[in-house]
Each structure stands twice: as structure tokens, then as C-alpha cells.
Nanobody, 118 residues
Framework: QVQLVESGGGLVQPGGSLRLSCTVS????????VGWYRQGPGSQQREYATASVSDGTTNYANFVKGRFTLTKDDGKNTVYLQMNKLSIDDTADYYC???????????WGQGTQVTVSS
């Protein structure tokens, strides 16, 4: 069964840091690509933040470059999103995404809420 479960969201002050985790099943290696999206308050669309493909390439949206870092731990089947220098504009629900090797739909986690506020 394919499942993505995020954790690590919460309340953080501007300028602070937070690390999100996404544990995937059946295994991280069963995914060709994994990434993170976010959806801000009142927004109808999820915004791409970063993604990593199996060859080790990781891409970042301009608004997260230099602040967010995606890492993977194959042994723990977990994808991490380290977020630094957070601002109020980073307040959003953050979603983990996964694309499997076989053609098919993109899989999503349930989301974890990040609130940046003083």
C-alpha cells in the first residue's frame, strides 16, 4: 500500500527553522521522484517548492533557494525538508508528493501545517 505521512509542522517565529519529515511506504526506492509542495491560507492551488529524482538531482523553486533543503534517508524511507530563515509568507500546509516508477497518479500525503508568526 502506498502511503506518505508528513510530520514536523508547527508554530515558529520569523527567522526560525523547522524540519518536516515524510515517511513513505512501501519504500523510498519505489519512488522515482519525491518532493514538497505547499498551499497557503486561502489559496486554491498547491505551490511547488522542491523535488528530488532518483539520479540524485534536486531542484528548488526560486522562493526557497538558499533557505530550504530536501534530503532523503533511504534506510528510514523518509524525506526531510529543512526550512531555515522562515518568514510569515511561508505559512502554509506542506504536502509531500511521490511519483512511482510505474506510470500512474502522483501520490500525496495528508499535509502538515506550518505557521510562522511572532
Amino acid at each position: 500500500q502506498v502511503q506518505l505521512v508528513e510530520s514536523g509542522g508547527g508554530l515558529v517565529q520569523p527567522g526560525g527553522s523547522l524540519r518536516l519529515s515524510c515517511t513513505v511506504s512501501p519504500s523510498l526506492l519505489s519512488f522515482y521522484a519525491v518532493g514538497w509542495y505547499r498551499q497557503g491560507p486561502g489559496s486554491q492551488q498547491r505551490e511547488y517548492a522542491t523535488a528530488s529524482v532518483s539520479d540524485g538531482t534536486t531542484n528548488y523553486a526560486n522562493f526557497v533557494k538558499g533557505r530550504f533543503t530536501l534530503t532523503k534517508d533511504d534506510g528510514k524511507n523518509t524525506v526531510y525538508l529543512q526550512m531555515n530563515k522562515l518568514s510569515i509568507d511561508d505559512t502554509a500546509d506542506y504536502y509531500c508528493s511521490g511519483d512511482r516508477w510505474a506510470p500512474g497518479p502522483r501520490f500525496w500525503g495528508q499535509g502538515t501545517q506550518v505557521t510562522v508568526s511572532s
